[in-house]
C-alpha cells in the first residue's frame, strides 16, 4: 500500500521512537513479576497524564472498549442513567448503558454549542436520582469540546457518578481527572497521545470502584469487566495476555508528552487551533460551531455545491491526502481537519491547508486569500501574543 | 528491563521481519478502503492457514476475547450448550455460556487423556438437544490436545455447532477448520503463529452466521459481538479502529508459515515435541499426560522434593530463563515447556532443556543422562525417520 | 536531538521500508556464501539503475570514497589526466589525480553553464593526450547539470578513459553509464538514491579494468583500491567485513526506485525542479545559472541585504528547517534547495517554498506572490502537459 | 536469506536497541551544528570505553581503515617502522607502511604466544630508531592477545610512536589507552562493541598528532588522512558526510556497555574464556596457544583426520551455525569459537558448543564428555570464584 498522509481525527501520526519502541522484544507478561510492575508504572504515568492519583488500566482493544467496560462495570439492571447528549457520540452513549440494563435518559442540547452548564444544572434540581452520568469531552464528529471541569463537578455535588468519553480530548485539551472529580475517565491510544492503536484507558476513582463493589448482579462480561484486574499487583498476575510492545510503545509516547511538558503541549494545540479557526474563516469558509470549539479537531462547513464527500475524495485522489468528513446527517456537509498529537505542528497543517485551499478552488470555490498563508500568519500571530 | 527469554507456553518469539512489520507507519484504518481490503485480505490469509473458506475475523483484543465473541453471539438466554470438559480451559467454557444466559452442561472426562470420542457419541446418543458444543483443540495448562477431527464432525452429525479453542493450536497443529467442519474456531496471534500479542481471530460457518441472524433477542455487547462486522466490506467501514501496526506484523507472520509450508511447520512441530517427550522420559522424568499429547507444550511432573514452583524461581534466577508452572491444582506439580511457533527450533529447545537438567541437578535431582544430549540424539533419529 | 526536516542536497529522507531494512540482522558477510552471492546481486541490481552491464562494487565509505577509488586505481605517477571544471566539485578532481601522482591538465569553463561541448571538442583536436578525464554530472555547490551523453562519447573516441562523479546526479537525472561509454561512473546512497550515507558505488567498464591490470606501478592505497575486489566471487571473500544492514538498505532502496520505474522517477525529477525554477523566479528570485540546470537540486540568488548565510540561519531558527547555503565564494550568495528522491514530492517542497517565502518576507523581501502556490500552479500545469 | 546464527570472530550480534537506533531519522550531518556536537560526544564516549582523553574519531568505513588511516598518516617516504609480528595481521601491517613508502622492519617470533616483552627490549636496546611501532592486541586468526600494558610502554621509553591494533581486542579485553600510552590505537564498531559494522575508530595522542604536524610530505589519502579531521569543531563541518545512522547505534552500544560497567564486561569475557578453554580441554581437544589467550576468541586444533574445513562445512550444513576456520596456513588446522561482545553469553555458547560436540562426534571424534555440559560446569566454577 503506498502511504497517504491521513488528517482525520486519528488515529494520528506515531512519532518514530514510539513506532520503534513497538517492534522490541519483550518480556512474558503473564507471570514475570518484572512485567507486571512495569504495566503498573506506566499506567501510572497515563495517570500523570490524565491528573489523577486513581488506578489507571489498559485495556487489550480500541478505545471503545474503555466506554463498554465503564457502562457494562457500572451498570446493573434497572440503573438509571443520565446521558447528556450535544453530539453524535454523546448520544451514543444510551446503547451501552441500554445493552447491560439500564435506563438511560437522554438529555439533549443544540450540537453547535458545547453542553450548557446551567440547563444541566436546572435539570438535576428537578431530577438527579442516577447512578451515573455520561458525557463525552470532545465530540469529534462535530469537534466540539465540553466543559468538563464544570460538568463533573456539578454532577458529583448530587452524588451522581461521571464516566467521560475523552478518547478524542486528554493531552489535546487538560482534562485534569482528579481536580474535575472524574469517576471514570476515558481513552485510546491513537488519538492526541500518538501512540499505535490497541490500548483502551480507563481511571477508575474509589467512589466508582464502590459501585461496582456494591453490585447485587455479577458484570455480564470477561473482557469489558474493569473487576478482572482487581489486586493483580498482588497476585501477580494479569486477566489476558497483555499486548506488551504496545505497553512499550505507549510508555515512549507519555515519555514524549511529558519531555515537552503539558502545559506546552496543550499551549501547541491551542495555538494551531486558534490559527485554524481564524484562517478558515478568514478564507471564507464557515465553521459548524457558534462555541465549544475543540483544540484537537475542527469541523468546517463545506459549501453544498461543492459537498464535503466530492471535496474529500477530490483531495485524495488529485493530492494523495487523507481528510475526514463526519458522520450520519453530517457526512456531506462537514469537512474535519484532525490536528492533534503528533499532527498538531505547524508544517503539518499548513501543508494540509495549502491542499484544502487548492482542492476547494480547484473545484470552484471563490476563496478570499491563500489559506495556507492566512493560518501561518495567524499561527505566528498567535505565538506572539505569549 | 533486562531481556528474559521465555519458553512459556505463549508469547512466544516474534521473528523480526514480523517485529519491524508492527513498527511500520500505517494509512487511516477508519475510512480508507484500501486499507479495509487489506485487512480482508489478511483475514483470508489467516483463513488459509486455518483451512477455511469460512468468514475471517481479527478482533483487536487478546484471544479469550475471541471466546467470549463466539458464546456472546451464539447464546440467547436459555440456550442449552454442551461443554466438554477434560482441562482447566475446556471447563472455563461454561463462564461464558452462563455470562450471557446460556445453561452449560458439562460433560467431563479425565484430565490425563484427550477427550474420548466414543464417550462423547454415546452421551450423545442420549443427549444431544445443543445449540452448540464447545472444546479446547490445546488445553494447555496439562498440555493436551483433543481430536477435533472427530469431535466436530460428530457434534455437527446431531445438528450441534461447536466453538472450538485453538488459541494455543493452530499453526502448531492442523486444526482444518473445514474440513473438520468447526463452525466458530478461535484463535490468537501471540501462540504458534508468533506474532505480537493483540489481535482475536475467528472463523465463522454460515450456520453459525444463521444462528445469530436467527436470534429473537440481540447480543447483549457491543466490542464481543460478531455482528458488527457484517457487511463491513460494502459499508467500507470497521466497528471500531484496527490496531493497523498488528494486522501489518501479522501479514508478515502469515507468510512466514505459507513460506515454509503449512506441513513443514506441523513436521518440525512433531519432530520437536517427539524429541522433547522422549527425552524427557529417557532423562528419569514423567509426563502428565497417558494420551493426546500436544505438539505445542509439554507438562512434565516435577518430583515433590523439588516442586515445580521452586524449579522455575530458581531456573529463573540462575539461569535467567522464563519457564511456566501450570495453574489451579497442577501449580506445583507440572513444569511446562512451550515449543510453538518461533520457539519450535532445536537450538532454542536444546538450550531450555539443558538449562533445566542443570537446575534439576542443581536441587538435587539424580538425573539419567544429560538432557540436551538425549534430546539432540531423539531429534535427530526424528528427523532421519522422514 | 530534535528532529529537523532538512533540504539540503543530500543527505534525504529515508523512506521507512529502507529505514527497517537497516535494523535488520545479518548474516556473516565476511565468508558466507550466500552473502557474498547476495552483495553480487545488490551491485547487479545498482547497475540495472544505472543502466549498466559492467561490474558494480559497493564500497564501505562515503561517496567521496567512490571519486578516490577511482584516481587512485587509475592514476600512475606522471599519468596526465583532463579535468574539466565548470563548479566547485568538478575543480576538485585534481587533488585525486596530484595526490596518486597523477598531473591534471585543467579546462575550466564559465560556472553558470554547463560544459560546452563543442569547445572540449575542440580542445581535444589540440590536445588529447590523456590517460583519462573526469567530470562532474551534477555540480552541486551551483546546481548545474553537465551532458554526459555528449562528453563521455566524446572523451571516448579519443579513447580517454571517464571518470564521472554521479553521486548527486544518478537517479534524480539519466546517468545510462553503458549508453554513455562511462569507464567508472561514482555514486553515492545518500542523495538520490536515498538510502542511509554509506556506501560508495562505482561502475567499472572493461577498458579501466585493463587500465589497472596494465599499472606499472602497485596501486598506492589498500581502502581506495578498486582491485581488491577482483574475483571476490571466485574467491568467496570480499576484502574487509561489508556493512550488511547498509547493503540491504540500499537493495530496499533501489526496489523503491524500480518499483516506481526509472523513468517515473526522472519524470518526477524533472516536474518538481521545473517547478521549482518557474516560481522561483515569477516570485522575483533569480537562478544562478544560464543553462544546465539540475533536476535533482536548484541554487538561488538571495539578495545582497538579505544574504544566504542570514536568511539560512533564520529560517533555522524561527521554521526549524535545514536549509543549504552553498561552498567558497557562493556561501553568502546561494540558497540551495534539494530536491532529490524522498525529497522530490511536491508536498514536501511545497513546505519548503512556503517557510522560504515568510523567511524572506520576514527579512524585508518584496515578494511577487506567493511561493508555495506559484510552486503549486506551475506544478500542477508541469504535470498536466504530459 | 535464512538467517544463520554466526560465531565466527566477528561480526558479533547486535542487540535489538542498536539494530533499532540505526534505523533512526536523523539530522543533516554535514551543517547541523547539533549533529556534529553529538558526533563528537559519541566520539568522546568511544574515548571513556577506550580509557584515553585523547581525541577519538569515527571513521566512515571498516575496522581496517584505522590501521590504514594510521599508517597513511604517520608514515613519510623512508620512515623506518618496527613491526612486531607474532600472528597474521600483525605481520600485515608491514603493507600498510610499504604502501606509504616506509621501511618497514618487521621483528617476528612464535606464533603460539604472546610477544615476548623481553625479547622486545633486548631488541630496542640495539635497534631503537623508529618513527613508530606496529602491533596487534588481539591477532583473531590464531586468538592471541597481546600485553599492551607492556609493550607501549617499553616502546615509548625509546620514542618510539605506537599503532596498536585492536580492532577485535577492546571492550572484550582492558586497552585502557591512556595508561598503555598507545598514540594511535585502532578499533571498529563490529566486533566486542556489537554495533553495525561501518566505522572505523582511531584515538589519537598528542604525541601522534605532533608527528603528523611535523610531516615534510603531505599526505598521500583524503580518505585515510586523519588530519582531515583537524578543527571540525571550529569549522563546524567534518571532512565527508557521515552515516548518522550508524554513530546513533554506536552511541547506544556504548550505552550497553557502560551500563553494563566495563569491569563487569571484562569479566563476563574472561569466565566465558576461560570456561571455553577449560571445557575444550577436558572435551579432548587441544588449544593452538601456548600462552596469550585472548578472551574473545579461542582457535582450537581440529583433528587432521576431520578437518576444520570439513567440521565447519558439516555443522553448518546440519546444524544451521557458522563457524569460521582460520587463514592461510591455518586455514584447515583450527576451528575458532567467537565469543565477544553480544555473543560471550553463556546460554549462546552454550548452543554453539553441544553443536560443535555433536558435530565432531558425528564426525568420528571420540569425545571425553559432553562439551556444552563440561562448558557449563566450568562456567558455574569460573563465577563461584569470585
Known amino acids: 500500500m503506498r502511504f497517504k498522509p491521513s488528517y482525520a481525527p486519528g488515529p494520528t501520526d506515531v512519532r ?51 466506554l463498554e467496560a465503564a457502562c ?8 438509571r442513567v443520565l446521558v447528556l447528549d450535544n453530539g453524535i457520540y454523546g448520544k451514543g452513549f444510551q446503547d451501552f448503558v441500554k445493552m447491560y440494563g439500564g435506563e438511560p435518559v437522554v438529555l439533549s442540547f443544540d450540537y453547535h454549542k458545547d453542553i450548557p452548564v446551567e440547563a444541566v444544572s436546572d435539570y438535576l434540581e428537578k431530577d438527579h436520582d442516577f447512578k451515573y452520568a455520561t458525557f463525552v469531552h470532545c465530540d469529534t464528529p462535530t469537534s466540539i469540546i465540553n466543559d468538563v471541569s464544570q460538568l463533573s463537578p456539578l454532577l458529583k455535588e448530587y452524588g451522581i457518578l461521571t464516566v467521560v468519553d475523552s478518547v478524542a480530548g486528554m493531552v489535546g485539551e487538560p482534562i485534569d481527572v482528579d481536580q474535575n472529580q472524574i469517576d471514570i475517565c476515558c481513552g485510546g491510544t491513537q488519538k492526541a497521545i500518538s501512540a499505535p492503536t490497541g490500548l483502551a484507558i480507563v481511571s477508575i476513582s474509589e467512589d466508582a470502584k464502590k459501585a461496582m463493589n456494591d453490585r447485587k448482579t455479577p458484570i455480564a462480561s470477561y473482557y469489558a469487566n474493569l473487576q478482572t484486574f482487581n489486586g493483580y499487583m498482588e497476585k501477580g498476575t494479569l486477566p489476558y495476555t497483555m499486548p506488551a510492545g504496545m505497553i512499550e510503545a505507549l510508555d515512549v509516547a507519555l515519555d514524549n508528552i511529558l ?63 487523507y481528510l475526514a468528513t463526519s458522520l450520519a446527517q453530517y457526512e456531506d456537509v462537514l469537512l474535519r481537519i484532525g490536528h492533534m498529537g503528533e499532527n498538531a505542528f505547524y508544517e503539518k497543517v499548513l501543508s494540509v491547508l495549502t491542499v484544502i485551499d487548492n ?28
Do not use: W
Not at 72 to 79: H, I, K, Q, V
Not at 368 to 376: D, I, R, V
Open 16 to 66: 518514530e521512537n514510539v513506532c520503534l519502541a513497538s517492534a522490541k522484544k519483550t518480556n512474558n507478561p503473564d507471570f514475570d513479576q518484572e512485567f507486571i510492575h512495569y504495566y503498573h508504572q506506566v499506567c501510572q504515568k497515563m495517570g500523570q497524564v490524565m491528573g489523577t492519583a486513581n488506578e489507571v488500566l489498559l485495556l487489550a482493544g480500541e478505545g471503545i472498549l474503555a
Open 72 to 79: 457494562a462495570s457500572l451498570t446493573e439492571p434497572g440503573d
Open 359 to 386: 482542492g476547494l478552488r480547484d473545484l470552484g470555490f471563490k476563496a478570499k486569500g491563500n489559506l495556507g498563508q492566512l493560518f501561518l500568519d495567524a499561527y505566528k500571530a498567535e505565538n506572539e501574543e505569549q
Open 259 to 321: 519531555q515537552e511538558g503539558l502545559l506546552a503541549v496543550y499551549r501547541r494545540h491551542a495555538n494551531i487551533a486558534n490559527a485554524v479557526r481564524t484562517s478558515v474563516q478568514e478564507y471564507g469558509l464557515t465553521l459548524f460551531l457558534e462555541s465549544g470549539y475543540s483544540n484537537t479537531v475542527t469541523a468546517i462547513i463545506i459549501p453544498e455545491e461543492i459537498g464535503a464527500l466530492q471535496l474529500q475524495q477530490y483531495i485524495q485522489e488529485t493530492y494523495n491526502l
